[in-house]
Each structure stands twice: as C-alpha cells, then as structure tokens.
C-alpha cells in the first residue's frame, strides 16, 4: 500500500491557507470574506488529518471534528451578521459600511 507523504499535505494545506489569507485581505464584500476564513479552516483541518495520519493517531481527526463544529457555528452566526447588515444599510460590502459612524 502505497502512502502520501506528509509533505504533500502540507504544501497543499499552505497553499489553501494562502489563497484563504489573500481573500480575507483583499476583498471588501463580507460574504466572500466568510468563505475565504471557511477556506483557511479547511486548510487547518487538512493539515491535521496529515499529522494524524502520518503519527498513526486519532487524536488529529477528532479536532477536525471539533473545528468542522466552530466552523459551522461561525458560519451560522456570520451570515446572521451579513443578513442584519444588508436588511439595515443595504449592502454587503464592508468598505461602505461604517458602523462607528454616529
């Protein structure tokens, strides 16, 4: 049986990370911005189901399980926020929404 190296899930999770990183910093619309962080988790849970997998543990695959719970509560509570935002000021860029403003 043939195995995959750690180091292909690693570079493949830096990869996801990054591409996630770059979308949180460079778009303004929020609904792109929860999926670009839900793209970085996912790259989290990649690498520890490679450490899991490389170390012979569960332990790793049982934290995806919990990170995959956080993900789904985060997703829930973000498009609540996103929802509240465009009912109040119609848009769901975040460059065109200033809350602080009195």
Not at 13 to 31: E, Q
Not at 61 to 71: C, D, E, F, G, S
Request: charge should be neutral.
């Amino acid at each position: 049986m043939h195995s995959i190296p750690l180091s292909y899930y690693l570079i493949l999770s830096v990869i996801i990370f990054l591409i996630g990183s770059i979308g949180v910093l460079t778009r303004r619309n929020a609904i792109i911005i929860f999926m670009c962080i839900e793209l970085m988790l996912n790259a989290v849970n990649l690498t520890l189901v490679g450490f899991s997998r490389f170390s012979g543990d569960q332990a790793g695959q049982i934290m995806v399980l919990m990170v995959m719970t956080v993900a789904a509560a985060e997703a829930a509570v973000g498009l609540a926020i996103v929802l509240s935002l465009f009912r109040n000021k119609e848009t769901v860029y975040l460059d065109e929404v200033n809350l602080m403003k009195w």
